[in-house]
């Protein structure tokens, strides 16, 4: 070896062939972790076998490490699987949310694996993963590029924490920006005073969506500016009625393999109270009073087996069917979402007061130096008064 550059530890030389007979001699030099060095020679009936089997001889020399074998010729695809792992394991001890482990398994499976599975470590250089990240962000959006970006960036990471790489190729790619996009966003929409009165007329009218339990459930969505899994994850023990207030401790998720899930929610400023407009108060204890005996650590809406209701299925099986049948096509959950903090804003409620109300954790920082947090008002509350709840016996649907 003298004479020549040493090899990185851990890594092996090139793999010299030659003919001894009727079969072939394979050599390389492999440095061991401590610096020393290896001499492995191996034959084979050809050249690719002498040169594997080589290989092969060198796998047994490498040392098996705490947490992974990587190396900078392992597959990108050996690094990601390693790494989600682990990210299972934070996820299921509390660390991370379930709902991030499954945006990043599917986001790795569907986008990243794909393109960059089958490359080794070293392979996958700033130049490859500039142009994936560009071309999620050219075809499909802004969020999946970033999020293609992200996963790749925490692969590398765990590699060089592996010490298999010393770089993270993500470090250099083109910004990406909405300007770049094929698919740009569209203005979210809110409905006006009018469209909303006008809506809950249709829904109080329409007999489907009331043996779907819709109306109490799109007016709770109302009276609470909450996310759906947030609404759908609300139990009975979070109403006060005397406070007249809802406490928000929860937000519903679907874990792969796990189903319906209650985690601590969304952001820091997710655990909250929100304060109920007399009418939300009366719709919520008229509904307690027809349900009979209600336990308290069951949700406000049930499926038919008393769990948690399905957030894609109440969508696409019930509000999606309905909001064609009214006219209002283009109203979402969000939509619902934007309109309550559009309608405070009218009322006149501060930026810092809506945030609160909606859970947001900041707003921006001279509003978070400028308005306090979690203040008690009703003026969310009052604002919101015009609704008026449907009448009649019969409104929990089955």
């Not at 934070?90 to 499954?102: F, I, P, R, V």
């Not at 790489?165 to 250099?172: A, L, Q, R, S, Y």
Request: glycine share 8%.
């Amino acid at each position: 070896m003298a004479g020549r550059l040493p090899l990185p530890p851990g890594t092996m030389g090139e793999v010299s062939v030659k003919q001894v007979g009727k079969s072939w001699s394979g050599r390389a030099w492999y440095r061991r972790e401590d610096g020393t060095y290896a001499d492995v020679r191996r034959r084979g009936r050809t050249k690719e076998l002498a040169r594997q089997a080589v290989r092969d001889a060198v796998k047994d020399l490498v040392p098996a490490s705490d947490s992974t074998d990587l190396t900078a010729t392992s597959l990108f695809a050996d690094a990601a699987q390693a790494w989600i792992d682990e990210f299972r394991k934070d996820a299921e001890n509390g660390t991370y949310s379930l709902t991030s482990l499954d945006t990043y398994e599917n986001v790795y499976e569907n986008h990243v694996k794909p393109s960059l599975g089958e490359l080794r470590l070293y392979e996958v250089k700033t130049p490859v993963v500039n142009k994936l990240c560009q071309a999620k962000l050219k075809n499909n959006s802004l969020t999946l590029a970033k999020l293609v970006k992200a996963v790749i960036s925490n692969v590398m990471i765990f590699a060089i924490q592996a010490g298999a790489v010393e770089t993270n190729p993500t470090k250099g790619i083109a910004a990406l920006s909405e300007r770049r996009a094929k698919i740009k966003r569209k203005k979210p929409r809110a409905l006006t005073k009018d469209e909303l009165s006008d809506l809950l007329k249709i829904l109080d009218q329409d007999e489907k969506a009331k043996k779907r339990d819709l109306p109490d459930l799109v007016r709770f969505f109302i009276a609470t500016g909450e996310r759906a899994g947030e609404a759908l994850g609300a139990h009975w023990e979070d109403f006060d009625p005397e406070s007249k207030k809802l406490r928000m401790s929860g937000n519903l998720i679907r874990a792969r393999g796990k189903g319906a899930l209650r985690n601590d929610g969304k952001t820091d400023g997710s655990a909250r109270d929100i304060a109920l407009p007399d009418w939300a108060v009366n719709m919520l204890q008229e509904r307690a009073e027809q349900l009979g005996e209600v336990d308290p650590g069951k949700p406000i809406f049930v499926n038919t087996k008393g769990g948690y209701l399905n957030a894609s299925n109440v969508y696409n099986r019930t509000w999606a069917p309905f909001r064609s049948r009214a006219g209002y096509e283009w109203v979402t959950f969000h939509t619902l979402r934007k309109t309550v903090a559009t309608l405070l804003d009218e009322a006149g409620l501060t930026a810092r007061q809506v945030a609160d109300l909606l859970g947001h954790s900041r707003v921006s920082m001279t509003q978070d130096v400028y308005f306090g947090r979690g203040q008690q008002s009703r003026a969310s509350a009052e604002a919101l008064a015009f609704v008026v709840p449907i009448e009649g016996p019969g409104k929990v649907g089955n």
